[in-house]
């Protein structure tokens, strides 16, 4: 291709906002941790070590029974989202700037629980109700 030499209609995305399509058999409740499986489909956030955090899931969408890209959720992304603590492994002021982990679809973990989570993203906070994470 040569250089351009006429103005161009150049598309974008907002990366803040983005439609993922829905892993199989999945329903995503609105406001919820969102990851995306090995696959890149959209699966309520769980202890596994498989997932990739995206975000927080904008609607519900109930994919139950449904084939894998049926449906799409809108993920909204690079903003920080309190998840709840997990009391068994809780992420502590310490973790400011570090790396929390998945332990299911409202809830961040300290650690990956023996390699059995997938990080989540990072820790802004820490209050008594959850953990702010970017």
Request: glycine share 10%; net charge neutral; proline share 3%.
């Amino acid at each position: 291709m040569a250089a351009l030499t006429a103005d161009r209609n150049t598309h974008f995305k907002n990366p803040l906002l983005i439609s993922v399509p829905l892993a199989a058999n999945v329903k995503i409740f609105a406001g919820s941790l969102v990851a995306a499986n090995a696959a890149g489909l959209a699966t309520p956030g769980a202890a596994a070590t498989t997932l990739t955090y995206l975000g927080r899931a904008e609607e519900q969408i109930d994919n139950t029974g449904g084939a894998a890209s049926a449906k799409s959720v809108m993920v909204r992304r690079g903003e920080a989202f309190k998840f709840a603590n997990l009391a068994a492994d809780p992420v502590v002021q310490a973790s400011l700037g570090k790396a929390c982990y998945i332990a299911d679809d409202q809830t961040v973990a300290l650690t990956n629980g023996g390699a059995t989570r997938s990080a989540a993203g990072i820790v802004l906070g820490v209050e008594a109700d959850g953990v702010w994470v970017l």
